[in-house]
């Protein structure tokens, strides 16, 4: 491969993934790229299973948990300093398609104004899907949705068959992103104040504004190992994660939307509490 592509996984506590996820990696049609993962101090086997199984990673230890945002910025600052003129950002969940990299690659290749790009991600051990496109909630269109989103994964849960190829994106998931090299020159890392979620949100609307495109490359699907219909079990880590979803949700908010858009949304955190009230004693009594 003439340019130089490096892909970082971001792993906490992930030995239930990261063997299946890095030989996936590692079964390319493609050489000549390099790996880098970046563990945020795991307290399982994840960094042995890497150490013993494989030996061309990058691993860098961090003594501490630096959060998701930091953890990429890490593995995006080493590959920079290697000459990458390709970095991908994939999940430590995730198993790719063994055209990942030549896909990938190809269609930033192939379409000179888009700064980002992602495959298609279905769920595990299912045709659906569970990004295939997104949409970020603008104007009066912020009060028709009751939840405190600022946006969706349109498609999902969709079968992909049923997908139309010309596919939309106001965001791309950090779980799978190829992203060129001039993009961080030109706005930067990602905003390490996202210690997880809407960090890709976030990065996604600066490339826009730099006047970069964002794209979708249809031809290529990866296994992304969440849950198509999981449970929920009230924990420390799901108060932990709906702190973090709400401050990220703000952040956006605050950042792009305009003075009216802003008010819509006071208005949606208002009224969403209720009809959530409501929603549930409905499904209780029926």
Request: proline share 2%.
């Amino acid at each position: 491969m003439p340019k130089k592509l490096f892909i970082i996984i971001v792993t906490w506590n992930g030995q239930k993934f990261i063997q299946d996820c890095l030989n996936s990696v590692y079964q390319q049609t493609e050489s000549g790229f390099g790996v880098i993962v970046v563990d945020n101090k795991s307290e399982d086997r994840t960094r042995e299973i890497i150490k013993e199984n494989f030996k061309d990673v990058i691993l860098i230890e961090n003594d501490n948990n630096q959060g998701f945002a930091k953890g990429n910025n890490i593995g995006i600052n080493k590959a920079l300093s290697l000459g990458a003129d390709y970095v991908v950002l994939l999940n430590q969940d995730t198993e790719v398609s063994d055209n990942f990299v030549k896909s990938g690659v190809q269609y930033l290749e192939d379409n000179v104004n888009v700064g980002l790009a992602s495959p298609i991600i279905q769920y595990p051990d299912s045709d659906k899907v569970w990004f295939a496109g997104s949409k970020l909630f603008r104007g009066k269109d912020i009060l028709s949705h009751p939840t405190t989103k600022v946006g969706e994964h349109i498609n999902k849960k969709s079968a992909l068959e049923k997908i139309d190829k010309n596919i939309t994106a106001d965001w791309l998931p950090a779980c799978a992103l190829f992203i060129k090299k001039d993009v961080f020159q030109k706005i930067g890392l990602i905003d390490e104040s996202f210690f997880m979620y809407g960090e890709d949100l976030d990065f996604s609307l600066r490339a826009l504004r730099a006047g970069y495109q964002l794209g979708v490359v249809s031809n290529m699907t990866i296994v992304h190992k969440e849950q198509l219909n999981s449970k929920i079990s009230i924990n420390l880590g799901l108060f932990k994660k709906i702190l973090y979803k709400a401050r990220a949700r703000c952040k956006i908010v605050q950042r792009y939307y305009s003075i009216s858009e802003k008010c819509y949304y006071i208005i949606k955190l208002i009224y969403t509490p209720f009809f959530q009230l409501a929603y549930a004693v409905r499904k209780i009594i029926s």
